[in-house]
């Protein structure tokens, strides 16, 4: 059986049967299954809501939200999967920097992106495993939909904590220098 491994921003969909993991922490993976066509995938969130415009460039990286959904949807219709079949299940959304209030957390934000936009789309969540402090491996089945998960303990995760919060850090920046403005005074 085939097994594919995605990373942060990374989506895959297949038809047959394929094993997709992923490693969670703060980031959000959904898995969409088309019971009927035995067709599904899994994407994976790092940062809620919609990619930026800098007046030159829009960055379509399926690292946020909108995007990792809206591809993943595509791709699994494209691969003869109906829309009004798909199921989902959710994973991660863990409070991994405690540093940061519980309220303001990155896994908060992902997971209520996560559910608000599958609630829109009238997309039912069979299951899901979401927050808490620690990381989370996932097993997704391309063509049974069915899950596996396995909880990783904080003390396990530093080394992936910190790289996680280096590239949130960097892609944070990246947002803010865009979203600056210089005003010029006479």
Known sequence: MK???IHIGGIYAGR???????????????C?????GKIG???HILLPGEPHWDGR?????ARFGINAMELLINRLLNLGAVRKNLQAKVFGGAHILRSIDMDSS??????????????FERFPVLSHDTGGHNARKIFFRTDT?????KRIPEILF??????????RERIEEEIEQENKITFFRN
Do not use: H, W
Not at 57 to 61: A, G, M, R, V
Not at 106 to 119: Q, R, T, Y
Not at 145 to 149: A, D, K, M, N, S
């Open 158 to 167: 530093s080394g992936v904590k910190k790289e996680e919060r280096k590239y």
């Open 32 to 36: 969409l299954f088309d019971p009927a």
């Open 16 to 30: 047959g049967p394929a094993v997709v993991q992923t490693l969670l922490g703060s980031c959000v993976a959904v």
């Open 41 to 43: 995938g899994m994407n």
């Open 145 to 149: 939909g069915e899950v596996r998960l």
């Open 106 to 119: 990155p896994g908060k934000s992902n997971v209520e992106f996560v559910f608000n936009f599958l609630e």
């Open 57 to 61: 460039t829009f960055d379509d990286s």
């Open 3 to 5: 097994r594919i491994r």
